[in-house]
């Protein structure tokens, strides 16, 4: 079956390569500073009690307060264990890339390095993916067994060549499978519509971060003539005349502008947003965003 993960290497040889990269982020995901972002993360709901001075007004219960008059704080007890379940879009625009991976490669890769970093913290892991539609799904569960499954529906390739992107059912779909709070990372590159409703109401409940994979291309054209370009989602071609500066600006402008309209919405849903570009190594950017909290 052709590997994703390009190497010769079996998927043990790579996973146990992947593992040492790994414990650099699972140090992090532990971390106080880490969870304390995500108000609720790695705690469940206990019941509210009047406020006492020195509590947290971020706990601050409003609808109890303006029910009973008196000012109520939220109660959390700690739960057993932090689930981390993945959203994983393996669609045809995924697959492209102009540099030297594509998208999907970014993504598997991160997703890989996020399952091991969960699995050497004691975590159970779950995923979604789909292309054009929901290919592989896989309910959380704790251990080595599930932990390989995921990592080897990430080493292969999609089985789907169907057009278009169905993260908003891979979404509902996630909310329906997840019984208890988790930590979700939602891997796309977003380029498609439809989806935010299904991501704020899956954030009412869960931790959710949007890992947005970007290409070299998506910000920057490189000055080479009239180029052809070819939409994988839609079919589309057409020529791009990389050589006109306006069309370049024009270009960079537009793609800045996505990239801050899906920024916001993310900051209004209540999701935490993260750039994976496809020529970073992973493994800093992830260490980088635990480090900083956010």
Same mark, same amino acid.
């Given at each position: 079956m052709p590997s994703i993960i390009e190497s010769r290497e079996s998927l043990a040889i790579r996973a146990s390569r992947l593992r040492l990269r790994a414990r650099t982020i699972a140090g992090g995901m532990k971390t106080g500073s880490f969870r304390s972002i995500y108000r609720g993360m790695g705690v469940e709901f206990n019941g509210v009690r009047e406020y006492l001075q020195g509590d947290d007004v971020r706990l601050i219960d409003w609808n109890v307060t303006a029910r009973m008059g008196k000012t109520y704080v939220k109660l959390f007890e700690e739960e057993k264990e932090l689930i981390v379940f993945f959203v994983i879009d393996r669609s045809l625009s995924m697959q492209q890339g102009a540099g030297s991976r594509s998208r999907l490669e970014a993504a598997?890769?991160?997703?890989?390095?996020?399952?091991?970093?969960?699995?050497?913290?004691?975590?159970? !892991?779950?995923? !979604?993916?789909?292309?054009?539609?929901?290919?592989?799904?896989?309910?959380?569960?704790?251990?080595?067994?599930?932990?390989?499954?995921?990592?080897?529906?990430?080493?292969?390739?999609?089985?789907?060549?169907?057009?278009?992107?169905?993260?908003?059912?891979?979404?509902?779909?996630? %909310?329906?499978?997840?019984r208890s709070r988790a930590l979700v990372f939602v891997i796309s590159d977003f380029r498609?519509?439809?989806?935010?409703?299904?991501?704020?109401?899956?954030?009412?409940? %869960?931790?959710?971060?949007?890992?947005?994979?970007?290409?070299?291309?998506?910000?920057?054209?490189?000055?080479?003539?009239?180029?052809?370009?070819?939409?994988?989602?839609?079919?589309?071609?057409?020529?791009?005349?990389?050589?006109?500066?306006?069309?370049?600006?024009?270009?960079?402008?537009?793609?800045?502008?996505?990239?801050?309209?899906?920024?916001?919405?993310?900051?209004r849903r209540g999701v935490i947003p993260l750039v994976m570009p496809t020529e970073a190594d992973p493994v800093v950017v992830l260490s980088q965003f635990f480090k900083q909290g956010h």
């Open positions: 598997a890769e991160t997703a890989a390095l996020l399952t091991l970093a969960a699995s050497i913290n004691n975590s159970p !892991v779950g995923a !979604v993916m789909f292309g054009g539609s929901v290919e592989f799904s896989c309910a959380p569960e704790a251990g080595r067994d599930c932990e390989m499954l995921i990592l080897s529906q990430l080493d292969s390739l999609p089985k789907s060549r169907e057009k278009g992107s169905v993260l908003s059912n891979a979404l509902h779909g996630t %909310h329906r499978l997840l498609t519509t439809g989806y935010e409703k299904e991501l704020a109401r899956l954030a009412l409940k %869960h931790d959710v971060i949007a890992v947005r994979c970007t290409d070299t291309c998506d910000m920057e054209l490189p000055e080479a003539g009239s180029i052809p370009f070819f939409d994988a989602e839609t079919g589309i071609k057409r020529v791009l005349p990389t050589s006109l500066p306006t069309f370049r600006k024009a270009w960079r402008d537009d793609n800045k502008l996505r990239v801050k309209r899906w920024q916001s919405m993310c900051a």
